[in-house]
């Protein structure tokens, strides 16, 4: 019996590997617009989807993003200023687009902008510093979204959001799963209300990669910069030593849970983009397969116990 059964779920598989291999075809007539293209993820699925044949749109941030990209790729990539949390950037962006692609359409946009700090303990913050990431990570995610919406609607083309296992469970303070989970949110209602169009709506959640939102320097900073403004007496209840052992979790652990090949994330966000049959979700990562997603469906207090034995202790600690 329990051969059958294991011979049922390897068929399933060799047959979802078949289904999920064919690509759409005519791809230089399909336009992908891609937010947060100066580096990281977006920038390398640019460079990528050129190469495959795509039509690339790429929005960057600076005008050094968009100079460099142009200079690595071919003639049909192009770049437009995008900052995603300004109505009138995403206007002008949109502006362009709809000239470039006339009556085909838009085949996909991928929601990849986002920023990682301020991070730290929620009594550490104020609201003003919620407002910056979630003006990035979700309002940006669907200000974006809406207004190429028609766009995609026309080429029954794709919305590809990009959340995080941080959109699943919530193991640190700040605004960044708050935004995450918002993103999840937001995928979801979207994906139900697109499928009536012939739009399909796909989330990646990937694990920890070695990119500019998980450079240690820059959390390390931004966590020092939020300490020092702390009143004395939430100081006392971290306690003096709280910032040195931040320090030392991040350089023994941290650093170690990074992947460094961001091609698993990129060829799941190229399946989203060019499979006949993409899939709904994709958790690119071991630490996202193995280790994040199971704990998002385990029992609150198991996998509450089992998050804070890794997480740094304020001195005042009861557990
Ligand atoms: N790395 C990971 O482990 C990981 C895991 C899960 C999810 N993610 C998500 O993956 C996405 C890409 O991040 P990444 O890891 O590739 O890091 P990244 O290299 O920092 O990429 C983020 C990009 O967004 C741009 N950006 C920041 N603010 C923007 C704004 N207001 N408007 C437009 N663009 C803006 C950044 O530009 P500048 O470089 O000029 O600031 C950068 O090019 C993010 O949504 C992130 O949350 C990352």
Same mark, same amino acid.
């Given at each position: 019996m329990f051969l059958y059964i294991l011979a049922l779920v390897v068929l399933l598989y060799i047959y979802r590997w +078949?289904?999920?291999l064919k690509r759409v075809p005519n791809k230089s007539e399909k336009y992908v617009y891609i937010t947060g293209c100066d580096s990281g993820f977006g920038n390398l699925l640019a460079r990528h989807l050129d190469s495959l044949g795509f039509s690339v749109i790429a929005g960057c941030y600076t005008e050094k993003g968009e100079d460099e990209l142009k200079k690595a790729c071919s003639t049909r990539l192009s770049t437009v200023p995008l900052d995603v949390?300004?109505?009138d950037s995403i206007r002008k962006a949109t502006e362009i687009i709809?000239?470039? !692609? %006339?009556?085909?359409?838009?085949? *996909?946009v991928v929601n990849? *902008? %986002?920023v990682s700090v301020p991070s730290a303990p929620n009594d550490?913050? !104020?609201?003003?510093? +919620? #407002?910056? #990431?979630?003006?990035v990570n979700l309002n940006g995610v669907i200000a974006v979204t809406l207004s190429v919406l028609p766009l995609i609607k026309k080429a029954k083309g794709r919305v590809v959001n990009v959340a995080s296992v941080f959109g699943r469970v919530s193991p640190f303070g700040g605004p960044y799963c708050v935004s995450k989970y918002g993103v999840e949110a937001f995928n979801d209602s979207l994906r139900m209300n697109m499928v009536h169009f012939g739009v399909k709506v796909l989330c990646i959640e990937p694990g920890f990669f070695k990119t500019s939102v998980t450079d240690t320097k820059l959390l390390e900073n931004s966590i020092q910069k939020l300490w020092e403004r702390l009143p004395q007496d939430v100081k006392n209840d971290y306690g003096s030593d709280y910032m040195d052992r931040v320090k030392v979790m991040m350089k023994e652990k941290f650093v170690k849970m990074l992947d460094g090949d961001l091609m698993k994330v990129v060829s799941c966000m190229e399946h989203a983009v060019s499979a006949v049959h993409p899939r709904t979700r994709y958790s690119p990562g071991w630490d996202a397969k193995f280790f994040w997603l199971p704990l998002s469906y385990m029992p609150t207090c198991i996998a509450d116990a089992l998050l804070s034995k890794n997480v740094v202790k304020p001195k005042v600690a009861s557990l």
């Open positions: +078949f289904r999920e949390t300004n109505n709809r000239k470039l !692609v %006339g009556e085909r359409g838009l085949w *996909a990849n *902008a %986002g550490w913050l !104020v609201i003003d510093d +919620f #407002m910056h #990431m979630i003006n």
